[in-house]
């Protein structure tokens, strides 16, 4: 018999260690209870943690070859939420969804030499090209656009989203009744 189960999962919050962790534990407990064939997450993230998000994007891959992986922009994906976001095989934005896209940062604290210096913007350099590369190859942006997104650092309508197909879709969530429909808390 052909599972064919779908599982909603709402998550609306920042991506750092202890929240990526638990959003494993949370999406592994879900799995083992639920047997789903397919997970649909409703997702808004204002981002975060660069190497949290690519643990996430990396663990939503690796879930694919046995449950069908999707995602839906319910209010906002910014920063390295797209890069999880990308992990999504059907992906689809609400109407009055958007996406940012910017350059990383990151915050110096402490006495600095030439080689910490150099090192930091190494490690910026390549986070940014680890996004960009994620990216570009989940859509129809190139390296290239999205280097310049993250000059600009400003919203993209869901329209963009579509034209770069960073989506397939623009339309509103439905959760039919009866669906299994779980939200993630990790307040």
Same mark, same amino acid.
């Given at each position: 018999?052909?599972?064919? @189960?779908?599982?909603? *999962?709402? +998550? ?5 260690? /202890?929240?990526?962790? @638990?959003? /494993? ?5 879900? *799995? ?5 064939s397919e997970i649909i997450f409703l997702i808004a993230s204002g ?6 998000? +690519? ?8 879930? @694919?070859?046995?449950? %069908? ?11 390295? &939420?797209?890069?999880? +976001?990308?992990?999504?095989? @059907?992906? +689809?934005?609400?109407?009055?969804a958007s996406f940012l896209f910017h350059g990383v940062s990151m ?6 030499? =030439?080689? %910490?210096?150099?090192? %930091?913007?190494?490690r910026l350099t390549s986070m940014e090209l680890r996004i960009t =590369?994620? *990216? ?24 963009? &989203?579509?034209?770069?197909? /960073? ?6 969530? &439905? ?13």
């Amino acid at each position: 018999m052909e599972n064919n @189960k779908i599982l909603y *999962i709402n +998550f609306f919050d920042g991506i750092d260690v /202890i929240k990526v962790n @638990k959003f /494993i534990v949370f999406v592994n407990d879900a *799995i083992k209870n639920h047997n789903p064939s397919e997970i649909i997450f409703l997702i808004a993230s204002g981002g975060g943690d660069v190497d949290s998000g +690519f643990v996430l994007y990396n663990y939503l891959v690796s879930l @694919k070859p046995a449950i %069908s992986i999707g995602m839906h922009n319910v209010g906002k994906i910014d920063s390295i &939420a797209n890069v999880i +976001f990308a992990a999504g095989e @059907k992906k +689809f934005a609400s109407p009055n969804a958007s996406f940012l896209f910017h350059g990383v940062s990151m915050n110096l604290n402490g006495s600095f030499n =030439k080689n %910490s210096l150099t090192e %930091s913007v190494s490690r910026l350099t390549s986070m940014e090209l680890r996004i960009t =590369k994620t *990216i570009s190859e989940n859509s129809k942006l190139t390296e290239t656009e999205l280097e310049a997104l993250f000059h600009q650092g400003e919203d993209r309508s869901v329209e963009f &989203a579509l034209e770069k197909e /960073i989506i397939q879709e623009i339309k509103f969530p &439905a959760i039919p009744v009866g669906a299994v429909h779980l939200i993630m808390n990790f307040q």
